[in-house]
């Protein structure tokens, strides 16, 4: 079984600069995440989809993140502008669903610095 | 507002003997706990959970206990393994209409010396 994908694993870009990061889930997973992670700190939910709706966002900042889940499958979350304390890895799950104990499976993640 | 903490930011232990991770949490609305294992450049991958209606769930060598009254978890490796190596996460779910977030510690570096 495939697991989680993500592109691109690195990215350096200027501050102000816009970038995008892509997920493609596990087949079949319902649920979507994407996390943001602070060197020294765990993994902090930016947004939750249900198949393409979002169903958590409250921790996205708002005026500069935005992400999308077409046809409730692959996601894009993109920064813009970006600031430096967006250097983080950035981290997608996904699960079977989220009303259960579905463990969340992640992928590698981005690890986009901001100079 | 840090709902879950690890204290302890490493832990050094030797092969074959028992590792213990800690976690501790102030909501009492989290249903689940999780342990997650990461190795560097690599995603979190899911260790063990329990629900919060237990207080023991074991899985080979890893064990993990809640204390709900005072609202501490813990992860015991027997016997530790020099590939358990690696930063080991205590995550908790939010129930209710919380679509299930998981909200998660610090994270705390395992090292086991052969």
């Known amino acids: 079984e495939a697991g989680v994908a993500q592109s691109p694993r690195y990215k350096i870009i200027e501050k102000r600069q816009s970038v995008a990061f892509w997920c493609n889930p596990i087949s079949g997973h319902a649920t979507l995440y994407w996390y943001q992670q602070i060197l020294g700190q765990g993994p902090k939910l930016l947004i939750q989809f249900q198949n393409n709706g979002v169903v958590d966002d409250s921790q996205l900042p708002k005026d500069r993140f935005s992400a999308e889940r077409l046809k409730g499958v692959d996601s894009t979350l993109k920064i813009q502008p970006a600031k430096l304390e967006d250097s983080a890895v950035y981290l997608c799950?996904?699960?079977?669903?989220?009303?259960?104990?579905?463990?969340?499976?992640f992928g590698p993640g981005t690890r986009l610095t901001v100079t | 507002d840090q709902q879950v903490k690890q204290n302890s930011p490493s832990l050094s232990v030797q092969e074959g003997r028992i590792s213990i991770l800690n976690c501790d949490y102030t909501n009492s609305m989290f249903d689940y706990f999780l342990w997650y294992k990461k190795y560097p450049a690599e995603g979190p991958t899911f260790l063990i959970s329990?629900?919060?209606?237990?207080d023991k769930n074991e899985d080979g060598r890893f064990t993990v206990f809640l204390n709900k009254s005072a609202k501490h978890l813990s992860l015991h490796i027997v016997p530790s393994q020099p590939g358990d190596s690696a930063v080991y996460f205590c995550?908790?779910?939010?129930?209710?209409?919380?679509?299930?977030?998981?909200?998660f510690g610090q994270g705390t570096i395992l090292t086991v010396h052969p």
């Open positions: 799950a996904s699960s079977l669903g989220w009303g259960g104990p579905y463990e969340q499976y």
């Open positions: 329990i629900s919060s209606i237990k």
């Open positions: 995550a908790a779910r939010t129930g209710g209409t919380s679509y299930g977030k998981l909200t």
